[in-house]
């Protein structure tokens, strides 16, 4: 006996239509990255976007590399705008990059803890610091962390950024204020998030990998990352009040 498999018309696609539809699928991000910007962008599909809801009310620190080059500014802050300066940048050094974004970091800092109404060497401060990462109430007030030379090679740097509520424009912004500073001009070449919250760089999937079983993977790992870290969506942190 032979057995002979032959097509069922019923699940035929000219008979029961598409699979699947466009409305089958929702989609959301945690957090929206500028048009010129790269890296990790926290999606969630059907289920998902509760979680990118949650992550999104958490804001979770995000850290960013940010390319620069001396010489030049511009009326966007960007590369891509039109040119409105030139300057030299030879007196510029390592050192004096270095003790700039310190200040700048100390100034950002400062001002964190006067919007909370507490002074930065009273003991209500240090409570403050101690429950954890403070945080602004206002959604929409750009906080910086940190901030830190990471490369310098005339007249290409590089600063690694880590803040909360920032934008493409206010990312551009710090390295024009860091050209002024400096007595020169600087413009915005790149802009890459390289963390989010606990999500890194090694987990993001470029365009090539957009297909069902490197996704499937992806969202495998990222959720054993959401069980090992309950706390990445309940962060006990303090909140600043403007």
């Known amino acids: 006996?032979?057995?002979?498999?032959?097509?069922?018309?019923?699940?035929?696609?000219?008979?029961?239509?598409?699979?699947?539809?466009?409305?089958?699928?929702?989609?959301?991000?945690a957090a929206h990255l500028g048009l010129f910007s790269?890296?990790?962008?926290?999606?969630?599909?059907?289920?998902?976007?509760?979680?990118?809801?949650?992550?999104?009310?958490?804001?979770?620190?995000?850290a960013?590399?940010?390319?620069?080059?001396?010489?030049?500014?511009?009326?966007?802050?960007?590369?891509?705008?039109?040119?409105?300066?030139?300057?030299?940048?030879?007196?510029?050094?390592?050192?004096?990059?270095?003790?700039?974004?310190?200040?700048?970091?100390?100034?950002?800092?400062k001002t964190m803890y006067e919007l909370s109404g507490v002074h930065m060497e009273s003991e209500t401060a240090y409570e403050l610091a101690s429950r954890g990462v403070i945080r602004p109430s206002n959604g929409k007030l750009p906080v910086l962390y940190g901030i830190k030379c990471v490369h310098f090679q005339p007249p290409n740097?590089?600063?690694e950024?880590?803040?909360?509520?920032?934008?493409?424009r206010y990312l551009w912004t710090l390295v024009h204020d860091l050209g002024v500073q400096l007595k020169t001009a600087a413009h915005c070449a790149g802009v890459q998030c390289v963390r989010h919250g606990k999500f890194h760089t090694d987990l993001a999937l470029l365009r090539k990998h957009w297909t069902l079983d490197h996704l499937l993977d992806n969202m495998s790992q990222c959720q054993d990352l959401l069980e090992e870290n309950q706390r990445l969506l309940r962060p006990e942190t303090a909140m600043l009040t403007a």
């Open 1 to 29: 006996m032979s057995v002979r498999l032959v097509q069922n018309y019923a699940d035929h696609r000219l008979a029961s239509g598409p699979r699947y539809l466009h409305e089958d699928f929702r989609c959301s991000w």
């Open 38 to 62: 790269s890296g990790v962008l926290l999606l969630g599909i059907n289920d998902g976007t509760r979680l990118t809801y949650k992550i999104n009310t958490s804001r979770l620190i995000r």
């Open 64 to 109: 960013y590399k940010i390319h620069g080059q001396l010489g030049k500014a511009t009326d966007t802050y960007f590369w891509n705008g039109k040119t409105i300066e030139r300057a030299t940048y030879n007196h510029v050094t390592r050192e004096k990059i270095d003790s700039v974004v310190a200040h700048m970091q100390a100034a950002h800092q």
């Open 157 to 159: 740097f590089t600063l």
């Open 161 to 168: 950024v880590q803040a909360i509520n920032e934008y493409d």
